[in-house]
């Protein structure tokens, strides 16, 4: 008899990443009040679709900034897709939502980190994450400290801190 694993950091991996996919979702016509997202992603990783020109910039991993200016966000459970200009141009991006490594959104000072199957990436050379804004007149903003990645071998999360007390 076959003995059954329960994957239960795959299975909290794909429940947060359901945070992320009803952000966007309630995000599609705008996001409300102060709300702004930061979201990191694995250029390299199948199934991300970005300009030649976008990925020459940020071969490895890139941030992209949700917060004024956006058109066209698509959902659906797999993926996302956005238009943001990139110094002036505008670009279609279209993510899946495995590619993810990283979501933030510092007006509810929340973000999430999550792990990344890179074994599964074409070769390329590394490099440091940048971050992209979404304002037009914007080249590049300085990254703001993000949470340590995870350690490999996994990461203890504590739900105190997320509940209403």
Do not use: C
């Not at 309630?26 to 199948?46: E, K, M, V």
Request: charged content about 25%; hydrophobic content about 40%; cysteine-free.
């Amino acid at each position: 008899m076959a003995k059954t694993v329960l994957r239960y950091d795959k299975m909290v991996e794909d429940a947060l990443r359901g945070v992320l996919r009803d952000s966007l979702i309630a995000s599609q016509d705008g996001l409300p009040g102060d709300h702004h997202f930061y979201i990191t992603f694995r250029t390299r990783h199948p199934g991300v679709d970005i300009s030649e020109h976008i990925r020459g910039r940020y071969p490895d991993e890139m941030t992209i900034v949700l917060q004024h200016q956006y058109w066209g966000l698509e959902v659906t459970p797999e993926w996302f897709e956005v238009t943001l200009s990139f110094n002036r141009v505008n670009e279609r991006l279209h993510i899946p939502f495995a590619a993810v490594t990283a979501f933030a959104d510092p007006s509810a000072k929340f973000g999430l980190q999550f792990q990344a199957d890179t074994s599964i990436e074409t070769e390329g050379p590394e490099s440091e994450s940048e971050l992209i804004s979404a304002e037009p007149e914007a080249e590049e903003i300085a990254p703001t400290p993000a949470p340590a990645p995870a350690e490999a071998g996994g990461q203890v999360i504590a739900l105190d801190a997320f509940r209403k007390k």
